[in-house]
């Protein structure tokens, strides 16, 4: 990969978004430009048609370019969805007491970790370690250098089919983008926000077709989920509701982001007329009961999924991401249901034209391809297990 120009692709079930980063002289990541493109061939968090899809992936990349005039060879693509799995491991191997643990020792564990758990037919994209023991001793740190005759990881393994996985790296390489990576887009999202806060916290990123969950314990992934649910629902009510195009609900939900909710009971008629229409003065209640009432079902099925999965009152705070996410009456609604402090994320370091929660995803993945560009001076932290486990792939599938 280029030293000093990155390419982040994350591939959403409405649009594909890309960002050209460029590594300065301090060692910050800035943002050079982008491109968007409305996405085909990804339906509700399912591949459907990979060449599809693979050419909306180029045809993004080549807006950044022509943004930008710069060409980057290797390209990390993000990608969330339901065909994304995960689950809970643990790998266990034998040292003498003599040797200290090394890093093939650590990729070893890893490869248990993996044996014991991941079915042949996924790849692993993401190995976050949990913790580790020594002769039993639990401990979160990376334990090189020390001593012992028995090693266990307790990790969480966010894997993917092979099939899908190799299909839709082919199609984009048939179109002259070399694929440096693939990445759960959610997962790397989150890891980027995580501070050193103990604070249990979900992060939740709802998107036009799917909503993406990653619970945080003491800064470690504990779960990671995707429902099929989303922000083109509440669009579809709209479509239907007032007889008109997908494109012209989608700004009509947009603008009814913008209004206050005050509004609400006072009568107001709103212009929701587009350039084809000319009678759509549409009652501000009648949107309202449209749109709160499809987000209030998509909270509660969130909701009902996590408080059968893990206990609700142990998550101290939600952040929310992406464009659905971004909407007030959605915060408004979690944190009614939840009953827990909610917080909208922006990347506040970024430009303004880049700062919005719907970009957090796609400078995630940005973010983790600088962390793990070749010949990069590499931090002893979750990206560094991230980096040893890129570099037991290598080994692994030899």
């Known amino acids: 990969m280029d030293n000093r120009h990155i390419l982040g692709v994350d591939v959403g079930t409405s649009t594909i978004k890309v960002f050209i980063g460029t590594m300065a002289i301090d060692g910050n990541l800035l943002i050079a430009g982008s491109g968007t493109i409305p996405t085909a061939g990804f339906v509700k968090g399912k591949i459907t048609d990979p060449n599809a899809l693979a050419m909306s992936i180029s045809q993004a990349i080549e807006c950044a370019v022509m943004a930008t005039n710069i060409s980057v060879k290797d390209a990390y693509i993000g990608i969330g969805g339901v065909e994304i799995s995960s689950i809970s491991s643990i790998g266990s191997i034998a040292l003498s007491i003599t040797d200290d643990i090394t890093h093939e020792d650590i990729n070893r564990v890893y490869q248990a970790a993996i044996l014991a758990g991941v079915p042949d037919e996924h790849e692993v994209l993401h190995l976050l370690p949990k913790c580790f023991y020594i002769d039993k001793q639990r401990q979160v740190e990376l334990p090189l250098q020390k001593k012992c005759a028995h090693l266990e990881v307790e990790a969480h393994i966010v894997t ?3 099939l899908v996985i190799n299909t839709l790296v082919s199609a984009v390489e048939k179109l002259g983008i070399n694929v440096a990576g693939v990445v759960a887009s959610p997962v790397v999202a989150a890891q980027f926000l995580t ?7 979900l992060f ?3 998107g036009a077709g799917t909503t ?4 945080y314990r003491d800064s470690q992934i504990y779960l990671s989920a995707s429902l099929p649910l989303g922000g083109e629902y509440i669009t579809s009510d709209i479509m239907q509701g007032l007889s008109i195009s ?4 989608e700004e009509i939900k ?3 982001s913008k209004l206050d909710k005050n509004l609400h009971g006072k009568n107001i008629t709103l212009d929701c007329n587009d350039y084809d229409t000319t009678d759509k003065q549409i009652s501000y209640d009648f949107l309202y009961k449209i749109i709160e009432s499809r987000i209030d ?6 909701h009902d999924y996590l408080k059968n999965t893990i206990p609700v009152e142990n998550i101290e705070r939600i952040v929310l991401t992406g464009g659905c996410g971004a909407m007030p009456s959605l915060s408004d609604s979690v944190q009614k249901l939840f009953r827990i402090p909610v917080e909208i994320v922006t990347l506040k370091e970024l430009l303004p034209e880049y700062s919005g929660s719907a970009n957090v995803a796609c400078y995630g993945v940005l973010t983790y391809a600088a962390n793990n560009m070749p010949d990069s001076q590499v931090v002893m932290n979750h990206n560094a297990w991230e980096t040893l486990l890129s570099k037991f792939r290598k080994f692994f599938n030899s």
Not at 212 to 215: G, N, R, S
Not at 246 to 249: I, Q, S, V
Not at 297 to 302: C, D, G, K, P, R
């Open 212 to 215: 993406e969950l990653i619970l």
């Open 297 to 302: 079902e998509i909270v509660y099925l969130v």
């Open 204 to 206: 939740m990123d709802v």
């Open 254 to 256: 947009k603008y009814y």
């Open 195 to 201: 501070t050193k806060s103990t604070q249990n916290y």
């Open 246 to 249: 997908y494109n012209h609900a």
């Open 160 to 162: 993917m089919p092979k």
